[in-house]
């Protein structure tokens, strides 16, 4: 069974821009939840996807937004990018968001 | 007051002796437990649940949960160089949003 996949792998990107990340859940998991992770502020928790739905949401500015296709992938968006978004941000699957989570290798964004 | 705390570390603790990892939480409604590790440069990894009282034993690794106490703790029995990790420790609190703790870095010492 394949794992979570998170691409890109690495970005770089300038202040003011927008990106958008995506992630390929396991198959058969339907919730899908993204982190951000960076040294100083360990595991911060961004939004939570169910079917479609956006379940629980963390304390992120409006900058910070995602979705979830039919098919349980999902895609998170920054815009306006800051020099304080570069990060680490991991997406992890689960089937039905219990805290059994899987989680991708995550995506390495920096903004220069 | 942190929802979830766990002390940082890092944690030294000699080969072949047992590290004990501790974590605190603020939620009494708080139902499921869970222990992850994550290897420097790597995604976290879970690595124990737990949703009842007692002791939760996994090979080398056992889980202890106290709900009246309001904590939980992961013991790793016979501590190998490869157990040297971040462990972070996760609870859901009562409306299911899981709260994660900032980890505790272990370092096994040969």
């Known amino acids: 069974k394949a794992g979570v996949t998170q691409t890109p792998r690495y970005l770089i990107k300038t202040r003011g821009q927008q990106v958008t990340l995506s992630c390929s859940p396991i198959s058969g998991h339907r919730s899908v939840s993204w982190y951000q992770q960076t040294p100083g502020q360990g595991l911060q928790f961004l939004f939570e996807?169910?079917?479609?739905?956006?379940?629980n949401k963390g304390n992120f500015p409006g900058r910070f937004s995602g979705r979830q296709f039919s098919n349980s992938r999902s895609e998170m968006n920054v815009s306006t990018l800051e020099l304080g978004d570069s990060a680490l941000y991991l997406c992890?699957?689960?089937?039905?968001?219990?805290?059994?989570?899987?989680f991708g290798s995550g995506t390495q964004l920096s903004v220069l | 007051q942190k929802e979830v705390e766990q002390n940082s570390g890092p944690l030294s603790v000699p080969e072949g002796a047992i590290a004990s990892l501790n974590c605190t939480y603020s939620?009494?409604?708080?139902?499921?437990f869970f222990w992850y590790r994550q290897y420097s440069g790597k995604s976290p990894e879970l690595i124990m649940s737990?949703?009842s009282n007692g002791d939760k034993e996994d090979g080398r690794f056992t889980a202890q949960l106290n709900k009246a106490s309001q904590y939980v703790s992961l013991l790793i029995r016979d501590s190998q160089p490869s157990d040297s990790a971040t462990y972070l420790c996760a609870v859901t609190r009562s409306n299911y949003q899981l709260i994660w703790g900032a980890g505790t870095k272990l370092i096994i010492k040969p």
């Open positions: 939620d009494r409604g708080s139902q499921s």
């Open positions: 992890a699957s689960s089937l039905g968001g219990q805290g059994k989570l899987f």
């Open positions: 996807y169910f079917s479609e739905t956006q379940r």
């Open positions: 737990i949703y």
